[in-house]
């Protein structure tokens, strides 16, 4: 009897080990299981942004539902690392983050240093002004003060327009700038500006789409992950193709008060 316990308790302590050998193999890499983590600049609402109760932790918004799903759909668990906007793609480089989800446009200059998946959101920029603004076209901006966010494709925009502008680090700081009468026009991202025009009394949007291109959202991951990249994009893909991106979408763009 003694020695069948000794023999049971040898067995049960290799298995033990061995399960233990296992859990640290799965350190190894965010592909094999464990934690995905997504860099984001979370002030970018309906995509990114800090509210009570998030999907993810604090962080709630399009994105975040989509990189929650991603990440639970491959046996994984999503995290979050918040941090500037300029700071994703070399935080992503460095491997401090496994994947960029922050409503982030695919850019030429972009592809030169990561890959993206498939896009997930077509958007386009538009301009914010006062209601009783006479600004109706991309042109009208020429002789205004213009305020953009610092790194976003918006500041791309207005750049190669040749006008000049004052940067921010945050959309809402920009906004409060114009809502005080310092600027006059806002350039972003068209339903990150619905939502802060919804957020603020005597704002409105417009557009001009012969001066903007349309611009699509799609995750980054660092050049030549392709493990990861194929995982994102079997992800994404299905979830176009079955509507949850078109409902999460709809979901926190309501919320946003439109
Ligand atoms: N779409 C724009 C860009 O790619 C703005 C994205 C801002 N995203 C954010 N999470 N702050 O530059």
Redesign the pocket.
């Known amino acids: 009897m003694k020695k069948v316990t000794k023999a049971a308790a040898l067995v049960l302590a290799m298995a033990m080990m061995m399960s233990m050998l296992v859990a640290c193999g799965n350190d190894a890499g965010a592909a094999t299981g464990g934690t995905l983590t997504f860099g984001?600049?979370?002030?970018?609402p309906p995509?990114?942004f800090v509210a009570s109760n998030g999907v993810i932790d604090q962080y709630d918004g399009i994105d975040m539902a989509i990189a929650k799903q991603i990440a639970e759909e491959n046996g994984m668990t999503a995290a979050i690392e918040n941090m500037e906007?300029d700071s994703l793609l070399i935080a992503l480089s460095n491997g401090q983050i496994d994947a960029v989800i922050?409503?982030?446009?695919v850019?030429e200059e972009r592809l030169e240093a990561v890959d993206f998946s498939t896009p997930y959101y077509t958007?386009t920029q538009v301009m914010i002004v006062k209601e009783d603004s006479d600004i109706a076209s991309a042109a009208d901006m020429a002789d205004k003060k213009i305020c953009v966010?610092q790194?976003?494709?918006?500041e791309t925009c207005v750049q190669e327009m040749g006008y000049s502008y004052e940067a921010f680090k945050k959309?809402t700081e920009a906004v409060l700038e114009l809502v005080n009468g310092k600027c006059d026009v806002v350039v972003i991202?068209s339903a990150t500006a619905q939502k802060y025009v919804g957020d603020n009394e005597g704002l409105k949007i417009v557009e001009d789409a012969s001066a903007f291109e349309s611009?699509e959202?799609a995750i980054a991951v660092k050049k030549g992950n392709t493990e990861l990249l194929d995982k994102i994009n079997k992800a994404i893909e299905a979830k176009l193709a079955d509507g949850t991106i078109s409902e999460l979408s709809a979901k926190y763009i309501d919320e946003s008060g439109e």
């Open positions: 984001t600049n979370a002030e970018f995509f990114e906007f922050a409503g982030m446009t850019t958007a966010i790194g976003y494709t918006g959309g991202d611009e959202y």
